[in-house]
T-cell receptor, first 114, second 113 residues
């Protein structure tokens, strides 16, 4: 199993550009989520999904869109990039059944918005 | 609203010293508790987790944590740190079945050889 994969590893954007961060998992996990990591602020939840076709907002959803058309993929879209979106983005996945919910994280995407 | 506080932002220790990192959470109901570690340049890895039962939880690499419900705390401990423990440590909490995980701001640990 590859686990949770993310592409690209690093991206530079200009203000106003759009892009999609890709996330895929091969563990058949129902739950997937996106976080951003900023110095001194830990990880903050952007959006999450509990299954194909079901998404919901996290703590900091503004400026980001998500969709979940398959169990495996959960892309994060930046509609019009802003310097405040410079961050490291992590995707995570887990089971949703039962109480033994442990998240598995991807390697991250480092985004710089100029 | 749930919140997680990690009061130690930076910790510097010498090898073989004992470690205790504080984690306090704010939530009135049942919670799941986690400690994650992020080594330099790597993604987050689960160190240990508490869902129920014995409040003293043992994880990987000699780490353990104790859940003290009355203090809303889940402190991470290791009796003797190694240089390879240099990393950032995150405490996290979620209410079972809610799918919203709240992370603390992290503690950067540097272990001097």
């Amino acid at each position: 199993n590859a686990g949770v994969t993310q592409t690209p590893k690093f991206q530079v954007l200009k203000t106003g550009q759009s892009m999609t961060l890709q996330c895929a998992q091969d563990m058949n996990h129902e739950y997937m989520s996106w976080y951003r990591q900023d110095p001194g602020m830990g990880l903050r939840l952007i959006h999450y999904s509990v299954g194909a076709g079901i998404t919901d907002q996290g703590e900091v959803p503004n400026g980001y869109n998500v969709s979940r058309s398959t169990t495996e993929d959960f892309p994060l879209r930046l509609l019009s990039a802003a310097p405040s979106q410079t961050s490291v983005y992590f995707c995570a996945s887990s089971w949703t059944s039962g109480v033994q919910e442990t998240q598995y994280f991807g390697p991250g995407t480092r985004l710089l918005v100029l | 609203a749930q919140s997680v506080s990690q009061h130690n932002h930076h910790v510097i220790l010498s090898e073989a010293a004992s470690l205790e990192l504080g984690c306090n959470y704010s939530y009135g109901g049942t919670v799941n508790l986690f400690w994650y570690v992020q080594y330099p340049g790597q993604h987050l890895q689960l160190l240990l987790k508490y869902f129920s039962g014995d409040p003293l939880v043992k994880g990987i690499k000699g780490f353990e944590a104790e859940f003290i419900k009355s203090k809303f705390s889940f402190n991470l401990r290791k009796p003797s740190v190694q240089w390879s423990d240099t990393a950032e440590y995150f405490c996290a909490v979620n209410a079972p079945g809610t799918y919203k995980y709240i992370f603390g701001t992290g503690t950067r640990l540097k272990v001097l050889a």
